[in-house]
Nanobody, 116 residues
């Protein structure tokens, strides 16, 4: 079992920045990929960015160049630095951790609101 605890989020004006953090505990050696998804009101949950155990980073086109995913492997924590935020980035952001071949784990979600 893996437990994920998120922090960060909140409200910001367009063009602003926020930083999310997610700490993993439990069977962290089983984790192969970590990252973030988001779900806006009335929409399906969508992938934002992930990092693999080997360090490969991948970003959705909608956030590429604005969001930066980083990882502290020593404590199994990932960060999502979100810059140049837009109203369409408003969503609940979920931390995600996936072992090989089994169902992924999800955090409880943290709200990000971008509004003037």
């Amino acid at each position: 079992q893996v437990q994920l605890v998120e922090s960060g989020g909140g409200s910001v004006q367009p063009g602003g920045s926020l930083r999310l953090a997610c700490s993993a505990s439990g069977d962290i050696l089983s984790i192969y990929i970590m990252g973030w998804f988001r779900q806006a009101p009335g929409k399906q949950r969508e992938w934002v960015a992930t990092v693999s155990r080997g360090g490969a980073l991948n970003y959705a086109d909608s956030v590429k160049g604005r969001f930066v995913l980083s990882e502290d492997t020593a404590v199994k924590r990932v960060y999502l630095q979100m810059n140049s935020l837009k109203p369409e980035d408003t969503a609940v952001y979920y931390c995600y951790a996936a072992p090989r071949g089994t169902a992924p784990y999800w955090g409880q979600g943290t709200q990000v609101t971008v509004s003037s």
